[in-house]
């Protein structure tokens, strides 16, 4: 029984040593850190409250930033207000031609006239202004360009010896013709720059300066009977051809101002002092002379040279030195003066 008890026990233990173990488990080592930091995303816009969150996205025209609640620039009142202007001195042009060929008392034309020209194109610039962006020197130059071209319009109507109405509708048509033009060839860009708006205006001051020095020159000559209309037409004429001239050049404002104070100041003095000491044509022909001459001088004074100057080397300089007196107090209350050396570093 020993024996059975035995093999038994043996044949248990070879069983159990036959047995594969069980798997042990051990944790896994966590993984090693990135050599770079991953990128990080940006946080998405927030979305805008209320019911535009859902809504389909905005078009450019809603995006536009308006200059005010009532134009869409900041030239538009100003171009509101010379159309208004513009609508009653044609307006009242219009209807005065009418009263003159009305033989009762009740002449109103020229007040009806007036208050249907200042709301038709009051009202019409506007609405123009409301929807298309008119900038501040843009406005300027339409102003400019109402005011020339309605003197022009005026003196071809006289000139022409054209009705009263016929002279009305020309220069209605004339000013509405500078500013229609101006609009349309600032249109879609940006405002004007400020150089290009003073170089028209210097131009048109000039041309007509010169057409009335010139034909001044002629009418006192003797030469007959003269015409000032070219004189008139002038403005006109020179906005045009500073509108050109804008193309290639570009100068700086405070230089424009000074090529048409200087030499128009010149010009008028001597035109004030020649028709207190002398007459005939000397007057008119000294002051043009003087308008050339001072603008010439100017032109080249506020020109850069473009090479450096001795002042603004001393100005750059690291170390300054330059003999100055000296004036010094002695010990028994005299003075002693002598040369000395002043020394900027």
Same mark, same amino acid.
């Given at each position: ?86 609508g ?10 009418y ?18 020209g ?38 071809? *109507?006289?000139? &022409? ?8 509708? @020309? %220069? $209605?048509?004339?000013?509405?013709? /500078? =500013? #229609? ?13 400020? *150089?290009?708006? &003073? ?8 041309? @007509? %300066? $010169?057409?009335?020095?010139?034909? /001044? =020159? #002629? ?16 403005? &006109? ?16 404002p /405070? ?21 207190i ?11 043009l ?56 570093f």
């Amino acid at each position: 029984m020993r024996s059975i008890a035995l093999l038994l026990s043996l044949v248990a233990t070879i069983a159990s040593a036959q047995q594969p173990d069980a798997p042990v488990t051990e944790p896994s080592p966590p993984p090693p850190p990135p050599l770079t930091p991953a990128p990080t995303e940006p946080a998405p816009p927030p979305m805008p409250a209320g019911p535009t969150a859902t809504g389909p996205a905005e078009s450019p025209g809603e995006r536009a930033v308006r200059y005010s609640r009532f134009s869409a620039g900041s030239g538009g009142p100003l171009l509101a207000f010379t159309e208004v202007m513009s609508g009653i001195v044609s307006g009242a042009m219009l209807g005065h031609s009418y009263d003159e060929e009305q033989e009762d008392d009740n002449e109103n034309n020229a007040y009806t006239g007036a208050v249907i020209g200042g709301l038709t194109l009051g009202t019409i610039s506007t609405l123009y202004q409301y929807y298309v962006p008119v900038h501040r020197n843009e406005s300027f130059l339409v102003s400019g360009a109402a005011a020339s071209s309605f003197v022009a319009g005026l003196a071809i *109507g006289r000139d &022409a010896d054209l009705s009263l109405r016929d002279t009305a509708w @020309l %220069t $209605l048509g004339a000013t509405q013709l /500078g =500013i #229609i033009t101006v609009l349309a060839v600032t249109h879609g860009g940006g405002d004007v720059s400020t *150089g290009d708006a &003073a170089l028209v205006g210097m131009v048109s001051l000039y041309a @007509l %300066t $010169l057409t009335g020095l010139t034909q /001044g =020159i #002629i009418d006192t000559s003797g030469s007959g009977d003269m015409s000032y209309m070219p004189t008139f037409v002038a403005p &006109a004429v020179g906005m045009a051809l500073g509108g050109l001239l804008t193309i290639p050049l570009e100068m700086d404002p /405070g230089r424009v101002v000074k090529l048409t104070l200087v030499p128009l100041g010149v010009g008028t003095t001597m035109l004030w002092l020649g028709s207190i000491l002398a007459d005939g044509t000397t007057v008119p022909l000294t002051s043009l002379a003087g308008v050339v001459t001072s603008f010439a001088l100017t032109y080249l004074l506020t020109s850069d040279p473009g090479v450096p100057t001795e002042k603004d080397s001393l100005r750059r300089a690291d170390f300054q030195a330059a003999p100055v007196p000296v004036v010094l107090a002695t010990k028994d209350g005299s003075l002693a003066g002598g040369a000395g050396l002043f020394v900027r570093f």
